[in-house]
């Protein structure tokens, strides 16, 4: 499902990217030098996020992009044989560039590997620049007639190879994405369509061309700040917020509030019996429970397998109904677990253990603002607290 709208995301922000070059005429024209100027604005800010996050990915791919727009910004009034030449040998090297990318790992800036891909990116320049500089008309005529034979279509300015190297990388980037669930690749590819898209109808508009760019620049860029922000913020296995918005969340409460400690009964011994792959499915399928609590409660992951609920504006009588029918809720379905997953102990508990789905039990201890506990720091220890009551009247119940 999360793919489904990440693709439906970027589908329609590249809907509407295209969609604005129609209101580039209504731009005033004091405004066009600052969007000529904006590419370069996001190069700076990504290599700077992406030297402090030390993501080498996002500079590459920067790199990438602003190296084609330096191009389109200063040397876009070459002759025609010879630009044909130099854009058709961009897009091959872009989409061989982004096909690498989306295989590739993240390992850093100042690693072999990391330094080996920029030496990559430095070639290409030099060669690049070869074409961009070179006088010999002849050698031009040559390699567009034999290597880059013009593909018969007037909508497309690609060359068949071209053409073909677009295809495979979108082909290759398309499957990577998939495969790895990554929003970072996604918007890579995104970006490559910009700018393909920009090379495919070359123009001497360059605010047209700018906006494209820009855009382009900004997809990654705006990906890394979610990633960073879903790090900090969101626990990786369950996808709850963790402890930094819990303390984020309990600094904003008011007057009335309920907050609620609950953990997994026996989880200890689950994970012995079932193993922790098995355990990590339980701790993920509860986090699903929890975000479908009734009440407007809010679920944190506060650490292990101990969970926070936040009632902001509610009583304990009025928690109290929501936290029991989550107990309830948990008690009475049995979480599947996958078949790799199960252990057997030994042959005579094998069939009680090697089963499709297990049952697991919670308990819950809540509590509220009161003359003792005036702050959210110590309403949450008295819930932690009234957590170990309910685990001393024998689990699986709620406590206050």
């Known amino acids: 499902m999360k793919k489904i709208i990440t693709l439906f995301f970027y589908l329609i922000s590249l809907s509407f990217i295209i969609f604005s070059l129609k209101f ?18 996001l190069m ?11 993501r080498s990915q996002l500079i590459y791919v920067t790199s990438l992009f602003s190296l084609v727009y330096i191009y389109f910004f200063f040397f876009l009034e070459y002759g025609q044989n010879q630009q044909q030449l130099i854009l058709n040998s961009m897009t091959i090297l872009i989409s061989i560039n982004v096909a ?7 390992r850093g800036l100042i690693t072999l590997i990391g330094l080996s891909r920029f030496l990559i990116i430095a070639l290409q320049i030099i060669g690049v620049s070869w074409l961009i500089y070179t006088k010999h008309p002849e050698w031009n005529h040559f390699v567009n007639q034999t290597i880059f034979p013009a593909l018969q279509i007037k909508l497309l300015f690609f060359s068949q190879v071209a053409l073909l190297s677009v295809l495979v990388s979108v082909f290759i980037t398309s499957i990577s994405c998939v495969y790895h669930s990554n929003p970072f690749r996604t918007a890579i590819l995104a970006s490559m369509c910009l700018v393909l898209y920009a090379i495919t109808f070359p123009t001497k508009d360059i605010t047209s061309i700018s906006i494209l760019f820009s855009f382009s620049l900004l997809l990654p860029l705006l990906t890394l700040i979610n990633v960073s922000y879903r790090m900090a913020y ?7 917020p963790g402890r930094r918005a819990l303390n984020e969340t309990m600094n904003k409460l008011g007057s009335q509030y309920v907050i609620a400690m609950l953990d997994v009964d026996h989880f200890k011994k689950f ?3 079932y193993g922790h792959d098995a355990g990590d499915d339980v701790l993920r399928l509860l986090g699903n429970r929890l975000k479908s609590i009734t009440g407007g409660g809010k679920p944190f992951r506060y650490g292990g397998e101990e969970f926070t609920v936040v009632f902001s504006g509610m009583n304990l009588s009025e928690a109290s109904e929501h936290l029991e029918k989550l107990r309830k809720n948990v008690a009475d379905n049995k979480f599947a677990l996958r078949k790799q997953e199960r252990r057997k102990k030994n042959k005579r508990s094998s069939k009680k253990h090697n089963q499709r789905s297990v049952k697991v039990t919670i308990s819950i201890g809540y509590a509220e603002q009161n003359d003792k506990a005036k702050t959210p720091e110590k309403v949450l220890k008295l819930s932690d607290k009234a957590l170990y009551r309910a685990k001393k009247k024998g689990r699986n119940c709620i406590s206050k």
């Open 271 to 273: 994970n012995d019996t």
């Open 100 to 106: 690498l990318i989306s295989l590739y790992s993240e």
């Open 24 to 41: 580039i005429p209504h731009i005033p024209n004091r405004y066009l030098p600052m969007l000529e100027l904006l590419p370069f604005v």
């Open 234 to 240: 969101l626990d990786e296995l369950t996808d709850l």
């Open 44 to 54: 700076f800010i990504s290599i700077i996020l992406g030297i402090k996050f030390n």
